[in-house]
């Protein structure tokens, strides 16, 4: 390996070394505070070497990944997203008696694992990071684990990812048995001359994209959703939900893209189909829920099935370039969006026993009650709802563009037919957020300190910033895609 | 610049008022009047500045040069978004009465509002800025930006501050709006990937999508989604269900706003987008809107004169006066056009006069049905005599406003259609009954001894002079009126080349 090649991965060795350092550390000498510390400059070792790797980026290292912008792109996501959740669970992990030092570790593995995933070009690649992410999410999401709620969530989301994980691997066994290789590249050259017959590719692929329809949630592949998100502590919900996605997708859209799988029509017409059943299905379940995380699950769920439109308009090589961009935009704005809304309401409910379950009441009068909180949480939902001036607006409108460039209508009959139904249950949160004072009768604190405030309007800034002025970062992604 | 700083007024004095209420109660209402009554009095001096001959020139097609005032900003070149504002003659009548309602809805909630004033006229004067917004933007994101905001704080105001059922009613006014403006927003980019392919720049300026060559079928279906966000907005039959609700549920202020200006810009997104955009398409639209537009008159008339409630009787109203409003754009002549102008300010007056006369006698007997009223006049002559004359004004009387818009659409009307002409003039006959029954119901007939209540005082009765002021101006000189609008309208006809 050269230098060069070292440059392009420094990142992932910034990652590793802070991990290693971060476990040495807690054996010889246990403190949150210098863990937190600790943790938080890997982040930022890691997302500020992205600059250096960006000079020497598109660059090829190894068969097994390629640093090029959009997986740099994505590194500083994962790494600005992943401090974001630690400053968020600080106040959690106060709370919680014994060892929180190891929370940090695993946050730290679990974004390398989101990082190889975003530089994977190869099948190994692939799996490795996949399994580092999942693996350490297993552990995070049952971090309290004194209580019930989180470890139910733990046991299934380990059981169904596992299988899920263990179904992807088996479509790529077949495929590497149908093509002898496991170079996303060179995949794609092979796979049409492959001799084995089309039912084993027709098999491999089915149960390739099934482990990671999973993993990114798309209907039907949805169910352990709600659950896990439901008992995860809400940073860890909203890490589980904006990175790990946003990870797999693009390790799919790489995929996709190496491969050049888009020549496979009927394979993106699947990916089409499953996109609508996410944006009714996620939408429709959204309605009958009242508990806000629950709400928040099915509502990512429909996201996804926003996102995957990309697939159907990159059919047209014309249009691709177009449709990388605004699954970028879309992922960095959702990602903004979620953690924030997760953050907020990991304050709501701060202090109490059965502080993972926020349900609508618990937001009732929050207006009245803690207007800060309140109004930035209304930007957040406003943000997932696509209303204008926020983040989410934006995405929403690259995505439609990005569509109607294609010229897929029914995809786009289900995407306004979708949001219009979600804007019913977001503004039923708000409306519990502006009940009256005499209209409900609660009496819980919300706490959180100064920082996890000024944390939480951080990313309500970055919201509105992406949504009035989103000029710089559509030049920046259009100029590297 | 002048157009932004005519929204930031709005924008920085709702930040303004919603804090003022940490220092006295009283302030945030203050704050309101003061930051409607600048942004009033701005409006007039950059107009009063402007060459009067500006006033008679036909604004064209090409770019923004002819307009009164033009402002084109780059924003999201990426996309060719620009902040692209402009104002011409219609813009500046429907900012006049936006503005002056504005004053009217401040008035309306001083002593209603005692929950959380400062936010309450946030809210308000944030709706006002969205409107203003609407009436003024030319680039077509910018405009639904602003159409989408508006929505925001108006659904606040009816969740917050509505009354008894105001979950339902705002829920249901802002998924109806907001359903309907996705498709306008699906329609907006399509229309402008059009633009891409014909002019191979991407734009989203009004200039540069006017005139724009479509297949029929597209433009079809393009327009349509326009259409529908309009006319959900309007509201014409059979999208007017959410109405109803929202006006009965919001506070007095806010019932003001949304009959007076916000029923307007789906009037006014009709006349400036979706008939210029897709002349052709509109064309063969043309039977079915006029249909619908005579179906609101008639049925909401209908419904009007079986209501109990005074605000639901006063929202149903706006349905069967938006129908002419609907006529008269789709009739698409000089006549009729003018007819739908007039029609949408004074409506915007009369109508707004109407719901604050409904909140003040809800605030004074906590009820709105007319059944429990009855001899009002007697006790409170002040609020009869202005029940009177707003209710006369609203079934058409010679003499004020809306009589000359009624006139005017059903002339224009049936030169082109003598048959819907010759059924929408029912609608005058329908509208007097439901007018007169509502006076005779609240404010005449025996009134309960009980009743102690309190008339107008001098802030109510100097809303109701300035609103009786404009109808009788509007009604008896409406020339200026017509001069200010006849260059749009003609540049607006020239657009669609040969007419409707």
């Given at each position: 390996m050269t230098g060069a090649d070292f440059q392009a991965l420094l990142p992932l060795v910034a990652l590793a070394g802070g991990?290693?350092?971060?476990?040495?550390?807690?054996?010889?000498?246990?403190?949150?505070?210098?863990?937190?510390?600790?943790?938080?400059?890997?982040?930022?070792?890691?997302?500020?070497?992205?600059?250096?790797?960006?000079?020497?980026?598109?660059?090829?290292?190894?068969?097994?990944?390629?640093?090029?912008p959009l997986a740099l792109v994505f590194c500083v996501l994962f790494c600005a997203a992943a401090a974001a959740t630690a400053l968020l669970s600080r106040d959690y992990m106060a709370s919680h008696g014994d060892e929180p030092e190891e929370y940090f570790l695993l946050l730290l593995?679990?974004?390398?694992?989101?990082?190889?995933?975003?530089?994977?070009?190869?099948?190994?690649a692939l799996v490795l990071g996949l399994e580092l992410m999942s693996v350490s999410l297993y552990a995070l999401v049952a971090y309290p684990h004194k209580s019930i709620l989180p470890l139910e969530a733990a046991t299934k989301y380990l059981v169904l990812s596992g299988a899920a994980s263990a179904t992807t691997l088996f479509g790529f066994a077949l495929l590497y048995a149908a093509t002898g290789t496991l170079e996303f590249t060179a995949l794609g050259e092979q796979l049409g001359r492959a001799t084995m017959g089309p039912a084993v590719l027709l098999v491999a692929a089915a149960m390739v994209f099934a482990g990671l329809a999973f993993k990114l949630s798309v209907v039907p592949f949805h169910l352990w959703t709600p659950d896990v998100y439901d008992g995860a502590p809400a940073p860890v919900t909203g890490f589980l939900a904006t990175v790990s996605k946003a990870a797999v997708f693009v390790a799919l859209l790489r995929?996709?893209?190496?491969?050049?799988?888009?020549?496979?029509?009927?394979?993106?017409?699947?990916?089409?189909?499953?996109?609508?059943?996410?944006?009714?299905a996620g939408n429709l379940l959204a309605l009958l829920q009242t508990n806000i995380?629950?709400?928040?699950?099915?509502?990512?769920?429909?996201?996804?099935?926003?996102?995957?439109?990309?697939?159907?308009?990159?059919?047209?090589?014309g249009n691709r370039g177009l449709a990388v961009e605004a699954a970028v935009y879309y992922l960095i704005a959702y990602t903004a969006t979620t953690i924030a809304a997760f953050g907020l309401l990991t304050m709501i409910n701060a202090g109490h026993s059965d502080r993972e379950r926020v349900q609508l009441q618990h937001v009732s009068g929050l207006l009245w009650r803690q207007p800060l909180l309140a109004g930035l949480l209304l930007v957040a939902l406003l943000s997932l709802a696509g209303i204008p001036l926020t983040a989410g607006f934006i995405a929403k409108f690259y995505i439609v563009s990005a569509a109607v460039s294609g010229g897929h209508w029914v995809l786009l009959a289900a995407l306004v037919l979708g949001s219009a139904i979600g804007v019913y249950y977001y503004l039923r949160v708000v409306y519990y957020m502006t009940r009256r004072p005499e209209e409900h009768n609660m009496e819980r604190q919300t706490v959180g300190g100064w920082g996890i405030h000024a944390i939480a309007c951080l990313l309500i800034g970055v919201i509105l910033l992406l949504g009035i002025a989103p000029?710089?970062?559509?030049?920046?992604?259009?100029s590297i895609l | 610049m002048s157009l932004v700083v005519l929204i930031l007024l709005l924008l920085v004095g709702g930040l303004v008022a919603w804090q003022a209420e940490r220092l006295d109660t009283n302030l945030p209402r203050w704050v309101a009047l003061a930051s409607v009554g600048a942004a009033l009095l701005y409006l007039i001096t950059i107009v009063a500045r402007l060459p009067a001959e500006h006033f008679s020139?036909?604004?064209?097609?090409?770019?923004?040069?002819t307009w009164l005032l033009h402002l084109k900003l780059a924003w999201i070149p990426r996309f060719g978004i620009a902040l692209e504002l402009a104002m011409d003659g219609l813009s500046l009548l429907l900012l006049a009465l936006t503005l002056l309602l504005g004053l009217v809805a401040v008035a309306a909630s001083w002593s209603e509002i005692d929950f959380k004033p400062g936010l309450f006229q946030a809210n308000l004067l944030w709706t006002l800025a969205g409107v203003c917004g609407v009436f003024l933007a030319l680039d077509l994101f910018l405009f639904f930006l602003f159409w989408e905001v508006m929505l925001i704080p108006m659904y606040l105001l009816i969740a917050i501050w509505g009354h008894e059922n105001r979950a339902y009613a705002a829920m249901?006014?802002?998924?109806?709006?907001?359903?309907?403006?996705?498709?306008?927003?699906?329609?907006?980019?399509?229309?402008?990937?059009?633009?891409?392919?014909?002019?191979?720049?991407?734009?989203?300026?009004?200039?540069?999508?006017?005139?724009?060559?479509?297949?029929?079928?597209?433009?079809?279906?393009?327009?349509?989604?326009?259409?529908?966000?309009?006319?959900?907005?309007?509201?014409?039959?059979?999208?007017?269900?959410?109405?109803?609700?929202a006006h009965t549920q919001a506070p007095t202020a806010g019932s003001v706003l949304l009959a007076g200006i916000l029923l307007k810009t789906g009037a006014y997104g009709l006349l400036r987008f979706c008939i210029p955009l897709f002349p052709e398409a509109s064309l063969h639209l043309a039977p079915a809107a006029m249909a619908l537009g005579l179906a609101g008159i008639v049925y909401g008339a209908l419904l009007a004169f079986a209501q109990s409630d005074f605000k639901r009787l006063v929202a149903y109203s706006s349905v069967s006066h938006m129908g002419f409003v609907l006529l008269g754009l789709y009739a698409w002549n000089s006549l009729a056009l003018q007819g739908a102008v007039m029609q949408?300010?004074?409506?915007?007056?009369?109508?707004?006069?109407?719901?604050?006369?409904?909140?003040?006698?809800?605030?004074?007997?906590?009820?709105?049905?007319?059944?429990?009223?009855?001899?009002?006049?007697?006790?409170?002559?002040?609020?009869?005599?202005?029940?009177?004359?707003?209710?006369?004004?609203?079934?058409?009387?010679?003499?004020?406003?809306?009589?000359?818009?009624?006139?005017?659409?059903?002339?224009?009307?049936?030169?082109?259609?003598?048959?819907?002409?010759?059924?929408?003039?029912?609608?005058?006959?329908?509208?007097?009954?439901?007018?007169?029954?509502?006076?005779?119901?609240a404010f005449q007939g025996t009134p309960d001894e009980q009743r102690r209540m309190e008339d107008f005082g001098v802030r109510e009765m100097a809303a109701m002079a300035a609103m009786m002021l404009a109808l009788l101006w509007l009604g008896l000189y409406p020339q200026p009126v017509l001069d200010l609008a006849q260059p749009v309208l003609d540049s607006l006809q020239g657009l669609s080349g040969s007419g409707l």
């Open positions: 991990a290693t350092a971060v476990m040495l550390q807690i054996a010889f000498l246990r403190n949150v505070a210098l863990t937190t510390a600790m943790c938080l400059l890997t982040l930022a070792v890691a997302a500020g070497s992205c600059l250096a790797a960006a000079q020497v980026a598109p660059l090829q290292v190894t068969p097994l990944t390629r640093a090029d593995l679990s974004t390398l694992g989101a990082c190889v995933l975003a530089y994977a070009t190869h099948v190994a995929l996709f893209l190496d491969a050049d799988l888009f020549r496979y029509r009927i394979l993106v017409e699947i990916t089409g189909l499953l996109a609508i059943f996410s944006m009714l995380k629950r709400i928040l699950a099915y509502s990512s769920i429909a996201h996804i099935g926003y996102l995957l439109v990309v697939f159907m308009v990159c059919i047209n090589a000029q710089p970062l559509m030049a920046y992604l259009e | 020139l036909v604004p064209e097609a090409q770019d923004g040069t249901k006014f802002f998924i109806f709006t907001q359903a309907s403006g996705l498709l306008m927003l699906l329609a907006i980019v399509v229309l402008a990937w059009q633009g891409l392919a014909q002019n191979g720049s991407l734009s989203f300026s009004y200039f540069d999508l006017l005139g724009l060559p479509l297949d029929g079928r597209l433009a079809w279906w393009t327009m349509l989604g326009f259409f529908l966000a309009f006319t959900v907005k309007l509201p014409a039959f059979p999208f007017h269900t959410w109405l109803p609700d949408m300010v004074a409506h915007g007056v009369s109508t707004a006069a109407l719901f604050m006369l409904a909140g003040a006698l809800q605030q004074r007997l906590h009820t709105r049905d007319m059944a429990r009223m009855g001899g009002l006049w007697h006790q409170a002559p002040r609020m009869g005599a202005c029940a009177m004359f707003f209710a006369v004004a609203s079934l058409g009387l010679p003499g004020l406003g809306n009589f000359v818009a009624e006139i005017l659409v059903l002339l224009g009307l049936f030169a082109v259609q003598p048959w819907l002409a010759a059924i929408a003039a029912l609608g005058l006959i329908t509208a007097a009954i439901y007018a007169l029954w509502m006076v005779q119901q």
